[in-house]
């Protein structure tokens, strides 16, 4: 279902077009290796030394690592084929060519460096090396000073509040990522997203046909007020087997932080109105989990008829709200709402 036409209303005004940061988030450094106190007071002083593969002969024995001197401890944990960091089991042929896991099975068991077949022969050496290793997260210049065991740094790095944010357009399955003054700017330059100032929204959202039932999305809307960035969805979908309309705010920013604010949603007409109140979700949730989780304002087709009057032949909601911050009372400890920004 394509979007036939879209009013919307603001009750304050737009953007500067200066607003956000136009560099892009940069390439992410390679972090620096140290090995951990613990293993360099443990172990004796080992040399890395180069140990040929002799192609396969020899009476059959298996070469270590393929190691040149000029080979850094991270060049022998990246995997030749996808070039990320390889994690236990580490694989490698009769030469010694190290591969992981996930790639031994895209290269049909073949060494994509000499061509040997790959066998299931693991290896453990590298494996006890990097167990030995103590690394910097790779956000360490966006400002995450932590470092972490070689096997922790993965888990961390999933979840760390410093890791870029994906962008948030639920038009397309866009792979931009950024910090939020990047990726307000790129949703208001590559998507020529619709930008306003201040707490309060009146939309409208018209269809001239209610009655088809394919997805549609309306064009995202981002709301700036108390210093951050909101993002206004609505849309359409298939639930079960009637369509329903959606409206839902993210919050452009952390979990943590968009429990600070509350939004409230509106949407009425012929005498009735629904109301929808609670926090908005960060934009660390995908669009997809927030839309399929119900959490926001949903209305039936019926119901949205209804609101639309007429002859129940299109489709006009208007949908309001409003977005506040809960201040803590430091006499009480109760929450006070602010509603001005």
């Known amino acids: 279902m394509e979007m036939d036409n879209i009013e919307c209303v603001s009750f304050s005004h737009g953007l500067d077009d200066d607003d956000g940061d136009d560099e892009a988030v940069s390439r992410l450094p390679r972090p620096l290796l140290k090995p951990s106190a613990a293993a360099a007071s443990a172990a004796p002083a080992v040399n890395l030394v180069v140990v040929s593969g002799g192609g396969g002969g020899g009476g059959g024995a298996v070469a270590g690592p393929h190691i040149t001197p000029s080979t850094s401890v991270h060049e022998l944990l990246e995997c030749p084929v996808c070039t990320n960091s ?4 580490i694989h490698q042929c009769q030469n010694g060519h190290t591969i992981c896991s996930t790639c031994k099975t895209r290269v049909h068991n073949r060494c994509p460096t000499c061509r040997q077949e790959l066998g299931d022969i693991r290896c453990l050496a590298l494996e006890k090396v990097a167990e030995s290793l103590e690394l910097p997260c790779k956000y360490y210049s966006l400002g995450c000073p932590e470092i972490f065991p070689y096997y922790s740094k993965l888990k961390h790095e999933s979840q760390c509040n410093l890791r870029p944010y994906n962008c948030p357009y639920a038009g397309s399955e866009c792979s931009v990522v950024g910090d939020i003054p990047f990726l307000v700017t790129h949703l208001r330059d590559d998507h020529k997203v619709d930008m306003h100032s201040g707490c309060t929204f009146n ?5 001239s046909n209610p009655r088809e039932v394919e997805n549609a999305t309306w064009m995202l809307t981002v709301f700036h007020c108390f210093g951050q960035y909101f993002c206004l969805h ?9 369509p329903v309309y959606m409206a839902f705010l993210r919050f452009m920013g952390d979990e943590n932080d ?5 939004y409230s949603l509106e949407v009425g007409g012929n005498g009735r109105k629904m109301i929808w109140e609670g926090n908005p979700r960060s934009i660390r949730d995908s669009h997809r989990k927030v839309r399929d989780s119900h959490d926001g304002l949903v209305i039936q087709r019926n119901m949205a008829l209804f609101f639309s009057g007429g002859e129940r032949k299109e489709l006009k909601l208007r949908v309001t709200g ?4 809960e201040q803590q009372n430091p006499d009480s400890g109760a929450c006070i709402p602010n509603l001005f920004s």
């Open 203 to 207: 939309h409208r959202y018209v269809k």
């Open 234 to 242: 609505f849309e359409a979908f298939q639930l079960g087997m009637a």
């Open 86 to 89: 390889m994690y236990p089991p």
């Open 322 to 325: 409003r977005i506040w911050r």
């Open 258 to 262: 968009a429990r600070s604010y509350t």
